[in-house]
Nanobody
Framework: QVQLVESGGGLVQPGGSLRLSCAAS????????MAWYRQAPGKQRDLVAR??????????HYADSVKGRFTISRANGNNTLYLQMNSLQPEDTAVYYC???????????WGQGTQVTVSS
């Protein structure tokens, strides 16, 4: 059974930093990309950052709102995903979700979500 487990969320003051982690267990075949999404109350779930596997060309992509502040990375092959968040602002407050896109881009695995709150 595939499971994605997130950690690192919490409360931080404006200008602060957080590092989110997502660890995958179980067998995931033919990974195309891994990504972080976020959803604020009353808003849609939006892509924050994506990192492609070699199958997907190995590139990264960032939403305009986080460029220069957030960095997505991976470790342990494709088993661990990170999001380093710097210069956090109140508008970054949301539930953050990790995602694996696999099996010829037909399957999406989601983490449970972790709350990030930016407030003074």
């Amino acid at each position: 059974q595939v499971q994605l487990v997130e950690s690192g969320g919490g409360l931080v003051q404006p200008g602060g930093s957080l590092r989110l982690s997502c660890a995958a267990s179980g067998r995931i075949d033919s990974i195309y990309a891994m990504a972080w999404y976020r959803q604020a109350p009353g808003k849609q779930r939006d892509l924050v950052a994506r990192i492609n596997s070699g199958r997907g060309g190995g590139s990264t992509h960032y939403a305009d709102s986080v460029k220069g502040r957030f960095t997505i990375s991976r470790a342990n092959g494709n088993n661990t995903l990170y999001l380093q968040m710097n210069s956090l602002q109140p508008e970054d407050t949301a539930v953050y979700y990790c995602n694996w896109n696999a099996n010829g881009r037909t399957t999406y695995y989601w983490g449970q979500g972790t709350q990030v709150t930016v407030s003074s």
